[in-house]
């Protein structure tokens, strides 16, 4: 599996206008093979930035997400640049080990 994860650092005031983007979105990541599931975090603390979680089959998968024409969609029209208190980062990640509460 693979893990991608933005840093989105929201400026005061604009939180509800970035949630309402994700859950207002039009599904399009959803639609892409290897797409396994997404996380919006949102911070316990102020300052802090949010999370936007993807997981994917492969790096490869992911990959073609980026290059699709879904993903130009759904980054189409974004928030004005005031609504974010600095730049985002992005991190992607292998995942080396997985655990959960066992299925009954």
Do not use: C
Not at 25 to 42: D, H, K, S, T
Request: aromatic residues 10%; charged residues 25%; without cysteine.
């Amino acid at each position: 599996m693979f893990v991608v994860t933005n840093r989105v650092p929201v400026a005061e005031g604009h939180e509800a206008a970035f949630e309402e983007r994700f859950r207002n979105r039009a599904g399009q990541i959803e639609r892409n093979p290897g797409f396994l599931g997404m996380q919006i975090l949102r911070p316990a603390k102020p300052g802090v930035p949010y999370l936007v979680q993807t997981t994917w089959e492969s790096r490869e998968a992911f990959e073609r997400w980026v290059d699709s024409d879904d993903f130009r969609q759904a980054h189409a029209n974004p928030l004005p640049k005031s609504a974010f208190s600095g730049p985002s980062a992005m991190e992607m990640h292998e995942v080396i080990l997985s655990a959960g509460r066992p299925s009954r």
